[in-house]
């Protein structure tokens, strides 16, 4: 599609329709205005045009990625966090983004190192408030699944449902140990998923893998690490997991890419995985 002369994916503005939908409905159920979403929004898309002015040298264009990296530290940073976390989270991410990259694409998740970086330094814990869940006749809902709507437009649809059956996988193995295998309780492992981080953070196309069986790989090796950090009680395991992730698959691009992992194995393991898309 077509903004302003310039050709966007539709995935641009379907993530920041879909995101601020949940951040309004968030914090009209808390009740709290977000400040910090707003600040980090607003920072985010102005340090993207200034570098793209000033370092790219590029003419003007809507920030709209900028905008996602704002809209996800806010959402993820505590509602009322001090305006300084998220304008150092928001500097660390969207920079990222232009300073550590590999053939013009980006390493790290701007949101996550980013958010990593701030939020231990003023000692605060990541919320995902918009990610919570909303009573509706009675019942505790997730409104967040509707993000398949981005892992679907991103093509990453592969890698959040890997991630996804892995967590319901554990939570079953782990959790039925104190609820059993009732409906409810179920129901209850399913929604306490968090979609949110699967459908978006995950699925960050320039951070993650394109061929499927790739993705499989990659969204369950990242349920794996944050099952291991979470029951090592470590803080910020999702994000933690994310970034180790996201290094994995760019030391994979970098290092191992084309070579051969065995004289023993005909078709090498990294071709079937990462060079097939079926």
Request: proline share 2%; charged share 10%; glycine share 10%.
């Given at each position: 599609m077509k903004i302003f002369g310039h050709t966007v994916s539709p995935m641009y503005p379907w993530a920041i329709a879909l995101l601020s939908?949940?951040?309004?409905l968030s914090s009209y159920t808390l009740r709290e205005v977000p400040i910090?979403?707003?600040?980090?929004t607003a920072l985010a898309a102005c340090v993207e045009i200034a570098l793209r002015a000033f370092y790219l040298r590029q003419t003007f264009?809507?920030?709209?990625?900028?905008?996602?990296?704002g809209i996800i530290i806010g959402s993820v940073a505590p509602i009322n966090a001090p305006p300084a976390a998220v304008v150092l989270a928001v500097l660390i991410g969207v920079l990222s983004k232009f300073l550590l990259q590999y053939r013009s694409v980006n390493i790290l998740n701007p949101?996550?190192?980013?958010?990593?970086?701030?939020?231990?330094?003023?000692?605060?814990?990541?919320?995902w408030w918009a990610a919570g869940n909303y009573n509706m006749y009675g019942m505790a809902i997730s409104l967040t699944p509707i993000l398949i709507v981005l892992a679907y437009s991103a093509r990453r649809l592969t890698a959040a449902a890997s991630f996804?059956?892995?967590?319901?996988?554990?939570?079953?193995?782990?959790?039925?140990?104190?609820?059993?295998?009732?409906?409810?309780?179920?129901?209850?492992?399913?929604?306490?998923?968090?979609?949110?981080?699967?459908?978006?953070?995950l699925t960050e196309p320039k951070t993650s893998p394109h061929p499927r069986r790739a993705q499989a790989l990659y969204g369950a090796a990242v349920a794996l690490m944050f099952v291991i950090l979470a029951f090592s009680r470590l803080p910020y395991p999702l994000l933690?997991?994310?970034?180790?992730?996201?290094?994995?698959?760019?030391?994979?691009?970098?290092?191992?890419?084309?070579?051969?992992l065995s004289p023993y194995i005909p078709k090498p393991l990294n071709i079937i995985l990462f060079n097939s898309s079926h």
């Open positions: 939908a949940l951040a309004a910090a979403l707003i600040i980090g264009k809507i920030p709209f990625s900028g905008i996602i990296t949101a996550s190192i980013g958010l990593l970086v701030s939020l231990p330094l003023f000692g605060l814990g990541d919320e996804i059956i892995v967590m319901f996988v554990f939570e079953i193995a782990f959790g039925a140990l104190s609820q059993g295998f009732s409906a409810a309780a179920l129901a209850s492992m399913l929604f306490g998923i968090n979609y949110f981080f699967a459908f978006v953070m933690i997991a994310l970034l180790a992730g996201n290094v994995l698959y760019f030391a994979y691009k970098k290092y191992l890419r084309g070579r051969t």
